[in-house]
Nanobody
Framework: QVQLVESGGGLVQPGGSLRLSCAAS????????MAWYRQVPGKERELIAT???????NYADSVKGRFTISRDGSKNTVYLQMNSLKPGDTAVYYC??????????WGKGTLVTVSS
């Protein structure tokens, strides 16, 4: 089992920034893809950013140009830098490790609220 622990959520004003972190309990982190999802109550969980072990990244159109995913293998941690935040970014943000059908782990989530 791999534990994923997110941190960094909170309340921010529109236009502000936050950086989320997700620490993995295993060094297997270094060789598997990681992702960030978000979910608003009553809606499906949305994939917003992925990063391969090589560092290749992909983003949903809704966050492209505003959010940046990165990873630090020495700390077994993946980050999500969120800039120019909008009220529509309000959600619970989840970290995911997906190394295959038998390797799919989730954190418990961290709440981001964008409001004035």
């Amino acid at each position: 089992q791999v534990q994923l622990v997110e941190s960094g959520g909170g309340l921010v004003q529109p236009g502000g920034s936050l950086r989320l972190s997700c620490a993995a309990s295993s060094s297997i982190f270094r060789i598997v893809p990681m992702a960030w999802y978000r979910q608003v109550p009553g809606k499906e969980r949305e994939l917003i950013a992925t990063i391969a072990s090589s560092g290749t990244t992909n983003y949903a159109d809704s966050v492209k140009g505003r959010f940046t995913i990165s990873r630090d293998g020495s700390k077994n941690t993946v980050y999500l830098q969120m800039n120019s935040l909008k009220p529509g970014d309000t959600a619970v943000y989840y970290c995911n490790m997906h190394g295959g059908p038998t390797m799919d782990y989730w954190g418990k989530g961290t709440l981001v609220t964008v409001s004035s």
